[in-house]
């Protein structure tokens, strides 16, 4: 075994032991309560994975991209759903490659001691979902500052986060070439901005997601919270975008993991008939097939973590890494309710929580067709569908 693959095993344990410490009563709790997991937040923070990326001379631990998958991977496969704090990974693929000097030596470090969350990534917004050029929250610059009106939706985690990455429009849409051009990211100190032209309103969603839409009213952010250069956001959010997509990939191998056991340890114990259901081919070729899926989709999400962490290109590798795991956790939680018969149904199986849980990675944080759409129009050169 190679010294890497010996590393991401001690992570996997580590991580697998601090999930062990919570129950799936608690989820159960806090999924049937709509509450905020603060307890297991607070843990992984303590333990410093949530800061598992930032670099060593910041504070964190500067692991790979593929080790905060193999994190997130681990907590999804326990049964636990790490939606509550993976932005604070992911949105590193901004803040890494785009923060100034000065932005990191501010927050990196307070981030790596868990003193701040960085947990909310504000892009969405009520008309602008999947076209995200078309955002119209505005940033205009007035002396020092940025003066932000507008508003988001779907910012998840923002009433549980200190900062928020924000994509605003800064030079309006008529007045730029491309459409992508004239956006621009900001980090907003969210605890500051709350009641001074920011508000939060949650909502509630068929899963526990503490996801929130926010409102802009004259809110100031001084220009020193701009990140990288004006009008070049899209291409900022973009490399955010590939880690989130690698990630969310890893989640859902996660998730697929978990059903898939499950679902194996019932067939084997459900007698009906008087012998396991996991004897009919009915019942078992379907978990074979989520578990080839499942282990397939996995490479893909491993290849584009390999090439995140090697800094080339991939664009396609983490789209497809995103939508092929999304899919086999689909499958295999479709299978492992089906497995279960009506028992799949009861809460205490923790199967229908987990079936609603990564039901979302059809539609976020990209839909299923516009991956779709990338790869036809970006890798096999099919004309633009939209
Ligand atoms: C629980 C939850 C949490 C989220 N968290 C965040 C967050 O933290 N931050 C954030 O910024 N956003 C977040 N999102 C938003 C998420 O990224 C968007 O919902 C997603 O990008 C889709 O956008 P939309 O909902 O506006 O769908 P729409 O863009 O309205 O699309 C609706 C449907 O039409 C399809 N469609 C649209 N255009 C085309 C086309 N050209 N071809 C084929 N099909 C098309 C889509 O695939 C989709 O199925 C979250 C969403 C949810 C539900």
Not at 6 to 21: M, Q, T
Not at 193 to 200: F, H, M, Y
Not at 294 to 320: F, H, K, Q
């Amino acid at each position: 075994m190679s010294a890497r693959d010996r590393d991401l095993l001690e992570i996997r344990s580590a991580v697998a032991k601090l999930c062990a410490s919570f129950p799936m009563e608690y989820w159960r709790e806090t999924d049937r309560e709509r509450r905020y997991p603060a307890e297991f937040v607070a843990e992984l923070t303590r333990a410093g994975w949530l800061a598992c990326l930032v670099p060593e001379e910041y504070g964190g631990a500067g692991l790979t991209l593929a080790a905060a998958a193999a994190v997130l991977e681990e907590i999804q496969k326990s049964g636990a759903n790490g939606a509550a704090c993976h932005a604070q990974m992911y949105t590193m693929g901004t803040v890494l490659r785009h923060c100034s000097e000065a932005q990191k030596r501010k927050y990196l470090p307070a981030i790596a001691k868990g003193e701040l969350r960085l947990q909310a990534f504000g892009v969405t917004e009520p008309s602008a979902g999947t076209d995200t050029s078309s955002i119209r929250t505005s940033a205009v610059k007035k002396g020092g500052r940025y003066v932000v009106n507008g508003q988001k939706v779907w910012t998840s985690r923002a009433e549980h986060s200190d900062l928020m990455l924000l994509l605003a429009r800064t030079t309006p849409r008529e007045q730029v070439q491309k459409k992508t051009d004239g956006l621009s990211v900001f980090i907003v100190d969210m605890k500051a901005a709350v009641g001074r032209g920011l508000t939060i309103r949650p909502i509630r969603t068929m899963i526990n997601h503490a996801t929130t839409e926010v409102f802009f009213e004259d809110l100031e952010i001084p220009e020193e919270n701009l990140v990288g250069e004006e009008g070049k956001g899209f291409r900022y959010v973009l490399d955010g975008m590939n880690a989130e997509r690698i990630l969310i990939g890893a989640e859902c191998i996660g998730d697929a993991r978990w059903f898939i056991a499950k679902a194996t340890d019932y067939a084997n114990e459900r007698k009906v008939f008087g012998r396991p259901i996991g004897q009919n081919q009915g019942v078992q070729f379907p978990i074979a097939r989520a578990y080839m899926a499942t282990e397939a989709a996995a490479l893909m999400v491993e290849r584009a973590a390999a090439l995140y962490d090697a800094g080339r290109p991939c664009g396609p590798e983490s789209n497809m890494a995103k939508q092929l795991a999304a899919e086999a956790s689909w499958q295999a939680g479709d299978m492992c309710l089906q497995t279960h018969g009506g028992f799949g149904f009861a809460e205490e199986y923790d199967v229908e929580r987990k079936f609603r849980e990564t039901r979302l990675y059809q539609i976020a944080p990209i839909s299923t067709n516009l991956v779709l759409c990338y790869i036809a129009e970006h890798v096999l050169h099919l004309p633009r569908s939209y």
